[in-house]
């Protein structure tokens, strides 16, 4: 019998590869497993093709705006062949990129689907249904999520897709219908009205984004979209989806009573569940929070030695979060005593325009008793988004009334899923508004705006004065 791993984690998302790099880097002897491609959900189905395709979409929608800037494109037309051989591309060279780290740390891969059998085993079977036995002092549950299925009659019909075949754009629908108004759903729906469907957006929900984006922020997003042409319904409860000879009716029921929208495709964008079935969890004695693994502070399970990351505890489900529990949970078997801190995880929607969040929203903060002052910029008063030709949105920061702490950044409009980064170091440094005025920040950059914003804490804002 070989000696025990120092540590096998089951899973290679995010989460999972990130946890097994972290602790080779600290000496362990690591097994990862994992049933198809490292990388998960996120490289292989989820955010990387996914932005591939914002990006060529993005470009085709500049490129459609070319006579704006002075440069003349004939005809800017979309090639679905060219655009899928380069979503592929693009998840080859990251995929790629991950194994080869994982080899130069010796991480050893066992490829298959495990369950845990014993505190210190998982048990590995392979595609042709052989069993192996894998062995640790310490366990990472890392299995990741699945796309959620309401109890929704019709969802199995031809035509009625998820995110991961809605990943392939070959064929573009004429009208594609998209149950869930969540960060899934919209980015499908700029990429796909990009390439020239006709969108419908069904979400139960009262407003777009539920309990993501800040609430005025959403709201300003709807307007946008349905500016652009999209059929949005807030409101909306879907009851169920049928054939027709011509393709799909969904049949959904709102305030004004039952009606139905009728398309040649529908994306079910519901969210994500942890995905934690048939692992053989409660059956070691790990216990849960419904789907969910609960764990403390520290991503320790109810059974010793075993621990849990990503998707898998349930709360935000994104990779980057996923990434520094990975971290988290390895520093803590090392010896370290480092408790997760989730109040400065950023989250990026890459609609268009794009929005981003990190913290409170005005209406959490409210809701938890503080005092609080809104400070805003628009982005239509901004030099490079004057530049770009893409002034739309704004800076939103949630900070104390009195000292001006900062408790939240939310923001929409240009690149914003990058100048996130600066409200989640704020957030998470503690930072005020006045530490954020009196950082200098390039000119003319998109950045500026963040600085404009707090420059409002003390009436100082110098490019933007509102009427009153």
Not at 10 to 23: K, S
Not at 31 to 50: H, K, M, Q, S
Not at 326 to 338: C, L, M, P, S
Not at 430 to 444: C, E, M, R, S
Request: charge should be neutral; charged fraction near 20%.
């Amino acid at each position: 019998m070989t000696d025990p791993y120092d540590l096998a984690i089951l899973g290679g998302g995010p989460g999972g590869y990130v946890a097994a790099l972290r602790a080779a880097q600290l000496g362990m002897r690591v097994a990862l497993v994992e049933g198809a491609r490292v990388g998960g959900t996120c490289l292989n189905v989820g955010c990387i093709p996914t932005k591939a395709l914002v990006t060529a979409t993005e470009l085709l929608t500049r490129a459609r705006r070319a006579a704006e800037y002075g440069i003349r494109i004939p005809q800017a037309e979309p090639d679905l062949e060219g655009i899928m051989a380069y979503q592929r591309a693009a998840v080859e060279r990251l995929v790629g990129g991950v194994e080869q780290l994982l080899k130069e740390w010796k991480v050893t891969v066992v490829r298959g689907r495990g369950r845990l059998v014993r505190p210190d085993a998982l048990s590995v079977t392979d595609g042709a249904g052989g069993t192996t036995e894998v062995t640790a002092r310490h366990i990472i549950l890392a299995p990741g999520s699945v796309t959620a299925r309401p109890p929704i009659p019709g969802l199995d019909l031809p035509g009625v897709v998820t995110s991961t075949e809605a990943l392939d754009v070959s064929t573009v629908p004429a009208h594609l219908i998209v149950i869930g108004g969540g960060v899934i759903g919209l980015e499908f729906v700029c990429i796909y009205q990009a390439l020239g469907s006709r969108v419908t957006v069904l979400e139960m929900m009262p407003d777009l984004l539920p309990g993501a984006a800040d609430e005025a922020i959403a709201k300003r997003l709807g307007v946008l979209l349905r500016r652009r042409g999209m059929d949005i319904r807030a409101g909306a409860t879907v009851q169920g989806v049928e054939e027709t000879e011509a393709g799909l009716r969904v049949r959904f029921s709102t305030s004004r009573g039952e009606e139905a929208v009728e398309g040649d495709r529908v994306l079910l964008a519901t969210g994500r569940w942890p995905n934690t079935a048939d692992l053989g969890l409660e059956e070691v004695g790990i216990r849960m929070n419904r789907r969910a693994i609960a764990v403390d502070e520290y991503l320790r399970t109810s059974v010793p030695n075993v621990w849990a990351i990503g998707d898998a505890v349930g709360g935000m489900m994104l990779a980057h979060k996923a990434m520094v529990d990975g971290r988290v949970a390895v520093e803590n078997i090392a010896g370290q005593k480092r408790a997760v801190d989730y109040r400065s995880v950023p989250w990026a929607i890459f609609t268009s325009p794009e929005v981003a969040g990190v913290g409170l929203t005005e209406a959490q903060a409210r809701q938890q008793g503080a005092d609080v002052r809104v400070l805003q910029f628009p982005f239509s008063a901004n030099p490079r988004a004057q530049i770009l030709g893409e002034t739309e949105g704004l800076v939103r920061i949630v900070c104390e009334a009195g000292s001006g702490r900062v408790l939240g950044v939310h923001m929409m409009g240009p690149h914003v899923t990058e100048l996130i980064a600066e409200g989640a170091l704020a957030v998470q440094t503690g930072a005020t508004a006045d530490d954020l005025a009196w950082t200098t920040h390039a000119h003319p950059t998109l950045t500026e705006a963040v600085l404009e914003a707090a420059l409002g804490f003390r009436g100082a804002t110098i490019h933007y004065h509102r009427k009153t």
